[in-house]
């Protein structure tokens, strides 16, 4: 098999993720991202993320997230973090 797809695709699957997962509301602050291995023709790819920090500073509620890409051979072809910004939370 070859190779169906390039490193800016893959990285924006994994900007995807967070900007779905943030919302509206949120601001994406940092991305950061690496290309392991090439996704070939047929391949399943699944990503996923975990939020790893969670900090306030500057008056800012800044949540660090880790994102991969998988495919089915449960081989991680890319990875990074990324660091969002999130509103606060209304008390009503």
Not at 10 to 37: E, F, P, Y
Not at 74 to 91: E, H, M, R, Y
Request: net charge negative; with cysteine.
């Amino acid at each position: 098999p070859g190779q169906f797809d390039f490193g800016p695709q893959r990285m924006c699957w994994l900007a995807q993720i967070v900007t779905d997962w943030m919302g509206d509301d949120g601001v994406l602050k940092r991305l950061n991202g690496s290309i392991r291995h090439p996704n070939v023709v047929g391949d399943t790819n699944t990503l996923s993320g975990e939020v790893v920090k969670k900090t306030r500073e500057a008056g800012e509620n800044l949540v660090e997230v880790e994102i991969r890409n998988t495919n089915q051979a449960g081989l991680v072809t890319a990875l990074g973090t990324a660091l969002v910004a999130l509103p606060a939370q209304s008390s009503s």
